[in-house]
């Protein structure tokens, strides 16, 4: 084969397989959070609250209120440290 046929027949497969590639890509699909209903009364976070631990916030939208949780030191329980009403943290006086 020539260089002019191997030229030819490698641009042809650059050309199939461009229209291959532009045939699989489709638009990106829309990023969904949490969805409505209960699951939208509530929303958690996690966050250092000393340099050894860790803790899980668990904000109820609905009671507006912030609770916080953590594992203790040597265990795999869940502990409860406590809430705070944000209602009232965030009253304006």
Not at 5 to 20: E, H, I, K
Request: glycine content about 6%.
């Amino acid at each position: 084969m020539s260089k002019n046929s191997w030229l030819t027949l490698l641009v042809c497969l650059n050309l199939v397989l461009l229209l291959g590639l532009l045939a699989t890509v489709r638009p990106p699909q829309p990023a969904l959070a949490q969805a409505t209903g209960l699951a939208g009364s509530y929303l958690t976070a996690a966050g250092r609250i000393q340099s050894d631990f860790d803790a899980l916030y668990l904000l109820d939208v609905r009671e507006r209120t912030l609770h916080a949780f953590y594992f203790e030191r040597g265990s795999r329980d869940l502990q409860y440290a406590g809430y705070r009403d944000l209602e009232r943290d965030f009253r304006n006086n």
